[in-house]
């Protein structure tokens, strides 16, 4: 879903992977995402982002937003058993200087 060709984006579930990569990595580690990221979003209804931080430039977050529940759950499944998601996992996680720390997030109502 590309809101640049006038749909409306609106996700629902959003998952922050909070990480850490060495400053002599992120090179590689942009280069892999670059690679990575259409796979990722092949299935439809998620969006990859990375999100960076001016006071620590080894800290990141990589931002996944689903657009609704199920498009979560498919894809939490495709992560356990989809053998090319595994292996791009592997690499990811060769990259990073400490483990991730994942944050799932969903949208909440304003409603009381």
Do not use: C
């Not at 892999?32 to 990859?48: H, M, N, S, T």
């Not at 960076?52 to 689903?66: G, H």
């Not at 657009?67 to 998601?85: F, G, I």
């Amino acid at each position: 879903m590309d809101s640049s060709l006038g749909e409306v984006w609106r996700p629902s579930v959003f998952v922050h992977l909070r990480i850490r990569v060495a400053l002599d990595r992120q090179a590689e580690f942009r280069s892999f995402l670059l690679e990575a990221i259409p796979y990722y979003e092949a299935p439809g209804g998620i969006r990859v982002a990375l999100l960076s931080r001016d006071a620590e430039p080894d800290r990141f977050i990589e931002l996944i937003e689903y657009v609704d529940e199920r498009a979560y759950q498919l894809d939490n499944e495709r992560t356990r058993s989809d053998s090319t998601m595994r292996q791009y996992l592997a690499r990811w996680r060769s990259m990073l200087a400490e483990p991730p720390k994942v944050e799932v997030y969903r949208k909440a109502s304003l409603a009381q």
